[in-house]
C-alpha cells in the first residue's frame, strides 16, 4: 500500500489568528470575522444536529477508504473512529456542546475531534468538502426514515384487516357524491384505505432506490484529485451505487422532493380517511365511536366528545403538502451546484418525515380503538335506495334493456319516497305498476346482503370475496 500521503506533515495552521475566528476551518482567507446577525442566519447547526449520527457514519467510511487507499495511516483511522465513537456517545447522551460559531453540525464533529485526537481529525476532511459530506448525511438520514415510514405503513395496514376481518358482513351505505349509492360492507370500505396505503409504500420503496446513491467524492463539486475509492465507500454505507455526476451529486435535492411528494400522498390518503372518521363519528351518522383516549372534550359544552386526532392528521396534510412546494420552489432555478439555498433542504424535509412518521402512528392506535354501530349502518343503508341499481339489474336479468330498467326503478324510487318508505317495502302488486317483469323472487334482489352478496367479483363488496381480499392482503404484509 502507498505510504499515507499526508500522515507526517507536520500541522502548521497559522498561529496569528485572534481566538474566537480561529474558530472556524474557513477564516483564513477573511479579514474580519462575520457579524453575530449573520452567524445566527447562516448556521444551520440548530436544526443539523440531527444528522449528527450519519454524518459520523458517513465519516467512518469516508476515513476507511482514505486508509484503504493509501492516504491516511492506520493509526490516522484508529484515532477518527476512536475519536467519533467518543463523539457519538457524547451526543447520544446529551452532553456534547453545540456551537453557533461553528455553523454547522459538520463543523462542529469536525472540531471536537480535531480537540480529542488531533492531527488525525485534521486529515479527515482530505478529499471531501461539506458540499458532498451533507448530500450524504442527508441521504442517510431520508434512507433510514424511509424505512422506518415503510415499516408503519404495513403497521397501519394490519391494523385495517384486523378492524376488517370483524366486519365483511357488516353493511353501509356506500357513497358517491356524498349521497347514499349502493351498500358495501364496512370491512370492503376499510379495504379501500388498505389499498392507498399499499401505493404509498411502494411509492417510499421507489423513492429510496433514488435516495440510495452516494454523492461522497463528488467533493464541492468537480470531483477530487485524490485517488479515492467511491464504490468501496458505496459498499460500506450500503448505498446502492455512486452517484454518477460529481455536480448533480452535490447540488440536487430531487430525491428530497419526491419523498415530500410520497409524504403527500400519505397524508392525502390519512386526512381522506381522517374526514370519514370525523363524518361517522357526528352523531348525525353515528357510524364508529372513537375510544375516549383519541378524543377530547369542550371547556364550555359539557356534552362534546370530539374527533381531535382525525381532525389534526387531516390539518397537518396542509403542512406536508406546504413543504413539498417549499422543496420545489427552494430547488427552481439554482444554477449548478451547490448553493446555500440547499441548506433550506432540511426544516421542510425534517418535518415532513415527523409528520407523515406521528401521524401513521397514532392512526395505528386509534384504528383498533374504533368501535362500529351495525345497526346505525344498515338503518343508513336502508334508507337511502341503495338497492335501486339491484333492481335495474333485477329487470335487466328478466330481458329489460338497461336504459328502461333504470327508468322503471326512477318512477318506483319517486313513488316511495312520496310514500316514505324503501324499494323493499313496497307490497309485489305496488311494485309491478313499474314492470310486470317482477315477480315474488325481487325481493332476494332488494335486500340490502342480496345487493352484498351479488357483488362477488375480484375487487366487489361480497363478503366471501372481501374475506379472500383480507387473506391476500395478510399474505401480502408477511
Ligand atoms: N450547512 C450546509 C448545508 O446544509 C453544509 C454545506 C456547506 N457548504 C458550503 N459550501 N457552505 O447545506
Not at 397501519?156 to 351505505?173: F, G, I, K, N, R
Not at 455536480?247 to 410520497?262: G, P
Request: one cysteine or more; hydrophobic letters at 45%.
Amino acid at each position: 500500500m502507498a505510504a499515507p500521503r499526508n500522515s507526517t506533515a507536520a500541522s502548521d495552521a497559522p498561529t496569528a489568528k485572534p481566538a474566537a475566528e480561529a474558530a472556524k476551518p474557513w477564516s483564513g482567507r477573511f479579514s474580519e470575522p462575520v457579524s453575530d446577525l449573520v452567524k445566527r442566519f447562516t448556521a444551520s447547526v440548530s436544526f443539523d444536529q440531527r444528522l449528527a449520527e450519519f454524518d459520523i457514519d458517513g465519516s467512518i467510511g469516508h476515513a476507511r477508504m482514505l486508509q484503504a487507499v493509501g492516504i491516511i495511516s492506520a493509526q490516522d483511522l484508529v484515532d477518527i473512529e476512536n475519536g467519533l465513537a467518543q463523539i457519538r456517545g457524547e451526543i447520544r447522551s446529551g452532553v456534547f456542546s453545540w456551537s453557533l460559531d461553528l455553523e454547522d453540525v459538520h463543523l462542529n464533529i469536525e472540531k471536537r475531534l480535531t480537540d480529542l485526537v488531533g492531527d488525525a481529525g485534521k486529515r479527515l476532511h482530505t478529499a471531501r468538502s461539506r458540499n458532498d459530506q451533507v448530500a450524504t448525511d442527508i441521504r442517510l438520514y431520508l434512507r433510514a426514515a424511509i424505512d422506518h415510514i415503510i415499516a408503519q405503513i404495513r403497521a397501519l395496514q394490519s391494523a385495517l384487516l384486523d378492524l376488517a376481518e370483524a366486519h365483511t358482513d357488516t353493511v353501509m351505505p356506500g357513497f358517491t357524491h356524498l349521497q347514499v349509492a349502493q351498500p358495501v360492507s364496512f370491512a370492503h370500505h376499510l379495504l379501500a384505505y388498505y389499498e392507498m396505503l399499499a401505493r404509498d409504500g411502494q411509492r417510499y420503496a421507489d423513492c429510496r432506490k433514488r435516495v440510495n446513491r452516494l454523492p461522497l467524492g463528488a467533493a464541492a463539486l468537480a470531483g477530487t484529485s485524490y485517488p479515492i475509492d467511491r464504490q468501496l465507500v458505496a459498499k460500506m454505507l450500503q448505498f446502492d451505487g455512486v452517484a454518477e455526476n460529481s455536480l448533480d451529486a452535490v447540488s440536487d435535492r430531487d430525491f428530497a422532493i419526491e419523498f415530500c411528494a410520497c409524504a403527500s400522498l400519505t397524508m392525502t390518503h390519512l386526512s381522506r380517511f381522517s374526514e370519514e372518521l370525523i363524518l361517522w363519528m357526528s352523531p348525525r351518522f353515528g357510524f364508529i365511536d372513537i375510544a375516549d383516549r383519541f378524543c377530547t372534550g369542550s371547556s364550555i359544552m359539557p356534552q362534546k366528545k370530539n374527533p381531535d386526532v382525525a381532525e389534526l392528521v387531516r390539518g397537518k396534510t396542509g403542512r406536508v403538502n406546504g413543504h413539498l412546494v417549499a422543496l420545489l420552489t427552494l430547488m427552481k432555478g439554482q444554477p449548478l451546484a451547490y448553493n446555500k439555498d440547499n441548506q433550506e433542504d432540511k426544516e421542510p424535509l425534517f418535518d415532513a418525515i415527523d409528520t407523515v412518521s406521528q401521524s401513521l402512528a397514532v392512526f395505528t392506535d386509534m384504528v383498533p380503538g374504533i368501535t362500529v354501530n351495525r345497526d346505525a349502518m344498515r338503518a343508513a343503508a336502508a334508507q337511502g335506495f341503495a338497492t335501486a341499481t339491484d333492481l335495474a339489474d333485477y329487470l335487466v336479468r328478466k330481458g329489460l334493456p338497461f336504459r328502461a330498467a333504470h327508468e322503471a326503478v326512477a318512477q318506483a324510487v319517486r313513488f316511495c319516497e312520496a310514500r316514505r318508505c324503501d324499494l323493499a317495502d313496497l307490497k309485489l302488486p305496488e311494485l309491478q305498476q313499474f314492470s310486470r317483469l317482477i315477480s315474488e323472487d325481487v325481493y332476494a334482489a332488494l335486500t340490502l346482503d342480496g345487493a352484498l352478496h351479488a357483488r362477488s367479483h375480484i375487487g366487489g363488496t361480497a363478503p366471501a370475496r372481501v374475506k379472500s381480499a383480507i387473506a391476500k392482503a395478510r399474505k401480502a404484509l408477511k
